[in-house]
């Protein structure tokens, strides 16, 4: 049964850099076809991907924060981190990692329990 658990601030003031970590347990980060992902909810709001880094260490991002997201691993962890830069409190959201097994399973087929960052001074 593969895991994973988000971990980082719960806050975090405007204009700093957002960071998060994902631990997976149960299977690796770098098994094929699996794609280790961060999501987001803001309040109110549907969810919104961020991106992506592949079981071969390939990195996509969603275009309308690629500026501001940088998504790397730690493979001797079994770990993916997130950094989302120059936070405003319109960053404030549910943060999920999850895996995309499309290619796999047809699905994301394992979801962290999110973890509420919320930016303010």
């Known amino acids: 049964q593969v895991q994973l658990q988000e971990s980082g601030p719960g806050l975090v003031k405007p204009s700093q850099t957002l960071s998060l970590t994902c631990t997976v347990s149960g299977g690796s980060i770098t098994t094929n076809y699996y794609y280790w992902t961060w999501i987001r909810q803001p309040p109110g709001k549907g969810l919104e991907w961020i991106g992506y880094?592949?079981?071969?260490?390939?990195?996509y991002y969603s275009p309308s924060l690629k500026s501001r997201t940088s998504i790397s691993r730690d493979t001797s962890k079994n770990q993916f981190t997130l950094q989302l830069s120059s936070v405003t409190p319109e960053d404030t959201a549910v943060y999920y990692c999850?895996?995309?097994?499309?290619?796999?399973?047809?699905?994301?087929?394992?979801w962290g329990q999110g973890t509420q960052v919320t930016v303010s001074s």
């Open positions: 999850a895996r995309d097994g499309t290619v796999v399973a047809g699905r994301y087929d394992y």
């Open positions: 880094i592949a079981y071969s260490g390939g990195i």
